[in-house]
């Protein structure tokens, strides 16, 4: 598309654009001039939908005027309540419904999947993820290769860029298992890499990793709602991912997982992943329920599962392939502003549409503490992006409520910070 960097554009291109009525479904944070922050964290917390407000209260409605009855008579019913969840959340993980589960939470999810996949035996030992992976990550796969009573510092391997590069070629990654698939367990990786906002070829690392005997696990912290995934056909053996970035269920939601449903292997149970039917007789012997639902551990957080119902019935309606047409040309607008700040910035994510999703890693140029500064100046700009150390900031125009005017004003205020901060 040819882009043009005036606000007219912008404004033409947001006419145009089909799902543009969604942002009005979302609430909008405001800054101290009263207007809209021009939002683009969604890579970190999504905004609140507007029904969320409503099906929360309505929970609390239920409760309090049911008590304990509204774990079946409540109008959704609290005993079954991640089945309101499992089909939005297969349609965006590209998995049967059987295979994916709202439960609990992002790094604890990891560590129950990592608990019945990562079975180190002989010299076939170690966890490939990447380096500079998220601290969670790395914390949750470095204790679980000790818990077995194995050496971090020889299980775990972390695949680097090359010396100079910010991102990991996706040959890198096969080359590696090509060559080590023999000592490698389990791969670990990101949809998309959280500081860089590189998305990886999914398919392409669990044939790899197939290939080499090794299980494929995927963290999509960054990469649901936000990319295609087509988890069942692409064969992967396990994932997990938080609800709180792109699918906008509010900070501390529940987190969600999926296993291939060719898995039927021991984990770690707990009453809620014991079959409906005889849960409550309470017999000591576990009987799993089928798929997913037999991974999960304890009843659902109610109050925190409810706004994920509001936000999947906003991607349903929004359409998958049409986010994903709008999202393409949203961040590549947002590119050409920002390509026209260089020098003084640099972008880290790849230009490739198809190895990003909607979030662009920005890296500001010049002395130790300027991006620190020209964050700082961004922010009372009212433009809410984050920092990550030590040079770069994250904006992320999300294609259910940015619109290409806040590419344009985002841009914009980054230009005048930039001035502020020379
Ligand atoms: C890639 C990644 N892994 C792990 C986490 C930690 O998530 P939680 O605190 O929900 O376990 C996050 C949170 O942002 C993340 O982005």
């Given at each position: 598309m040819n882009y043009e960097p005036t606000l007219e554009f912008a404004r033409r291109l947001d006419e145009a654009d089909p799902l543009r009525a969604l942002r009005q479904r979302f609430a909008l944070p405001r800054g101290g001039r009263g207007e809209p922050f021009v939002y683009l964290c969604g890579h970190s917390l999504g905004l609140m939908p507007l029904a969320a407000r409503e099906l929360v209260l309505e929970e609390l409605t239920d409760w309090a005027q049911l008590g304990v009855l509204g774990h079946e008579h409540a109008r959704r019913p609290?005993?079954?309540?991640?089945e309101n969840l499992r089909d939005g959340l297969a349609q965006l993980t590209g998995a049967r419904p059987a295979e994916v589960v709202a439960m609990s939470s992002l790094t604890v999810n990891l560590h129950l999947l990592l608990a019945a996949f990562y079975r180190p035996s002989g010299t076939r030992r170690r966890i490939l993820i990447e380096a500079g992976a998220f601290s969670s990550d790395r914390h949750a796969v470095a204790s679980q290769i000790a818990w077995r009573g194995l050496d971090p510092q020889e299980a775990l391997v972390e695949l680097a860029p090359a010396a100079g590069a910010d991102t990991i070629p996706q040959e890198t990654i096969e080359a590696y298992l090509e060559e080590h698939g023999a000592e490698v367990a389990l791969v670990l990786w990101p949809g998309v890499q959280y500081r860089t906002g590189q998305a990886f070829d999914l398919a392409g690392i669990a044939r790899a990793a197939h290939r080499a005997g090794c299980v494929a696990g995927f963290d999509l912290a960054h990469s649901i709602g936000n990319m295609p995934l087509a988890l069942h056909d692409i064969d992967a053996d396990f994932a997990v991912w938080c609800s709180y970035k792109y699918l906008n269920a509010g900070p501390g939601a529940v987190g969600g997982c999926f296993i291939h449903e060719r898995h039927d292997r021991p984990h770690l149970a707990g009453w809620w992943g014991h079959e409906a039917a005889t849960r409550f007789e309470m017999r000591p012997e576990f009987h799993a329920a089928a798929g997913a639902a037999g991974w999960q551990i304890s009843n659902p957080p109610i109050l925190s599962a409810a706004p994920l119902i509001a936000s999947l019935a906003l991607f349903e309606q929004a359409g998958l392939q049409r986010l994903r047409q709008k999202s393409v040309a949203l961040t590549g607008y947002l590119e050409h502003l920002l390509d026209r700040l260089a020098p003084d910035v640099e972008l880290l994510t790849p230009r490739a549409v198809d190895s990003r999703g909607c979030q662009l890693s920005v890296r500001i140029k010049g002395p130790n503490g300027r991006g620190q500064r020209v964050f700082d100046a961004l922010t009372t700009l009212d433009v809410i992006g984050d920092w990550r150390e030590p040079d770069t900031i994250r904006l992320a125009p999300v294609p259910l409520y940015n619109t290409f005017s806040d590419a344009f004003h985002g841009a914009q205020a980054l230009a005048q910070a930039l001035r502020l901060e020379p």
């Open positions: 609290w005993i079954p309540y991640h």
